[in-house]
């Protein structure tokens, strides 16, 4: 058996968005999207879900991710960050705006799977069909 032997929370952050956190002057946040790990999962069987389904299986993930939430708060207060989304959202993620330090922070949660730069999306060029 193999022993991992990168730090707790290092795969969590991209490499492309821990060189954009390193750009940062002292203090400058960045909005970020992280994605909790909720422990919940849908059936693979292959069929499609009633809406009663889909509604108890969102209900199950918000659920799920309260203690997460509570533990980012946490760590945000600390690092004078702060939750931008008023809870988890069906996927099991939530916004947050913090500084580098934070991130990092927050990278080391066991109950956070991966923090994203939040980025805006934008239409195609061209965008008729």
Do not use: F
């Amino acid at each position: 058996m193999e022993q991992d032997t990168h730090p707790v929370g290092e795969g969590k952050l991209s490499r492309e968005l821990r060189s954009r956190l390193e750009q940062l002057e002292s203090g400058e946040t960045v909005r970020a999207v992280v994605l909790l790990d909720v422990g919940t999962e849908g059936p693979r069987s292959g069929h499609r879900q009633s809406a009663e389904e889909r509604r108890a299986a969102i209900q199950r993930v918000r659920q799920s991710a309260q203690a997460a939430v509570s533990a980012i708060d946490t760590a945000l207060e600390a690092c004078a960050g702060r939750r931008l989304s008023p809870e988890a959202n069906a996927l099991g993620s939530i916004t947050v705006e913090a500084t580098p330090q934070g991130l990092e922070a927050l990278a080391q949660l066991p109950s956070v799977r991966a923090v994203l730069e939040d980025q805006p999306i934008s239409l195609l060029a061209g965008g008729k069909r």
